[in-house]
C-alpha cells in the first residue's frame, strides 16, 4: 500500500509552518487526503485557516492541498 506524508498548517502555509506532520497509508490520494483532513491529534485543534497538505511518500511533490476539518 502506498505510503503519504501529510502536513497540517496555516492556510498556503508551507511544511515550515507546520502544526504537525503525520504518515498515512492509503490505497490512493483520495483515501490519503480523506485520512488526513480528519484526522485528530494531541494539541492540534480545529479552527478556521488551518489546511492540510498530502505529499508524495518522500514528502517533496504536494499532491493535495484542502481545508482542515479534525476535531472541532
Known amino acids: 500500500m502506498p505510503t503519504y506524508v501529510f502536513d497540517i498548517v496555516p492556510a498556503g502555509g508551507d511544511r515550515t509552518q507546520s502544526l504537525f506532520n503525520g504518515i498515512i497509508l492509503a490505497p490512493d490520494v483520495d483515501s ?17 485557516g488551518l489546511e492540510v497538505v498530502v505529499f508524495d511518500s518522500a514528502g517533496e511533490t504536494e499532491l493535495w492541498r484542502g481545508p482542515y476539518l479534525g476535531t472541532r
Request: proline share 6%; glycine share 6%; no cysteine.
Open 32 to 48: 490519503a487526503r480523506d485520512a488526513a483532513q480528519t484526522d485528530r491529534q494531541k494539541g492540534v485543534v480545529w479552527k478556521p
